[in-house]
C-alpha cells in the first residue's frame, strides 16, 4: 500500500512539472512571436520611413502620382569681388574703397537657362543682398575697403514661378569679379511643400501605401517648423523616425538650412 501511495505522488510530482515546463514553453514562445510581430512591425515602419525621405528630395512627377517628391534641382553660384590692383578693369587706377561697386553676372553667357525671379543672393555673413535683374542679367551693390575681397552665394531655379523681386540698384564697375562654376544642389521646393499641404492626408496615404506617418520640416537655425503634414503623433506605438539635413525654399525663394523629419507607426 506504501509503494502504491508513493508511486501516486511521483506521478502527480511528475504531471506538475510537465505542467510547469509546458507553461514555461508556452510562455516563452508568447514572447517569441510577441517580439517576432513587434519586430515585423518596426521593421515595416522602418521602410516606409525610409521609402518617405528617400523620394523627398526627387523631382519625378506631380502631387497626384508622387505625393513625396518634393525635391527640385536648383543651382548655387560663387562669386568673388577682390578689391586689389590686379582686379580693377582701369589698372591706372589707385586701389581705393568702393563703397557701390557694382557687380554683375549674365545666366546666358554662363551656359544657364535661369527663372530669374527664384533668384537670392547672399553675401559671406548669409544676408540677402537686394538684386536688380534685366532679361537674363543679375547686378547689385557691393562696399568693399581697399585691399579686401567679399564672397557673395548666387542661387537660382529653373523651374519656378516667384514674385519678382527685382530693385533698382546704381554704382561703379571698377572691379572684375571672379565667378566659379555653378553647382547643382537639391532643394525641397516651395511650390511642392503648398502642393502637399493641400493635398488631403487619407489620400496620400492611399497613394503612398504608408499606414500613418508625420512629414515635419524644420529650420535649423531657429528650430521653427516650415512645414508639420499628417498625423499627431500618438504618445504610445512603434514608432520609426528619421531625420535628415536638407536645403529648403521659402515664400521668398530664399534657400535655408533646415532638416526633415519623418515619424511612421
Known sequence: MKKKGASHIDYMIAISMMIIILAILVGFLNSFLS???HESESSASSTEA???LSGVLYERGNISSRPFDMGTKAYKIFLVVNNTQPYYTNRSLIAANQPSELVSINYTKLGYIADINSTVVYNENNMSVPYSISSDALSFVANIASGNSMLFTVYFDDDSNFTSR???VSGYDNLTEI?????EVMVVKYNKIIDINKTS?????????ISDFRLRVIDATTNQTFLDYGSPTPTKA???ALQRRLLYQNSTAGIVQGKIIIQTW
Do not use: M, T
Open 35 to 37: 517580439n517576432l510581430r
Open 50 to 52: 525610409i521609402s518617405v
Open 166 to 168: 527685382s530693385v533698382a
Open 179 to 183: 565667378v566659379y562654376p555653378a553647382e
Open 201 to 209: 492626408y487619407s489620400l496620400v496615404k492611399n497613394i503612398s501605401g
Open 238 to 240: 512603434n514608432i520609426v
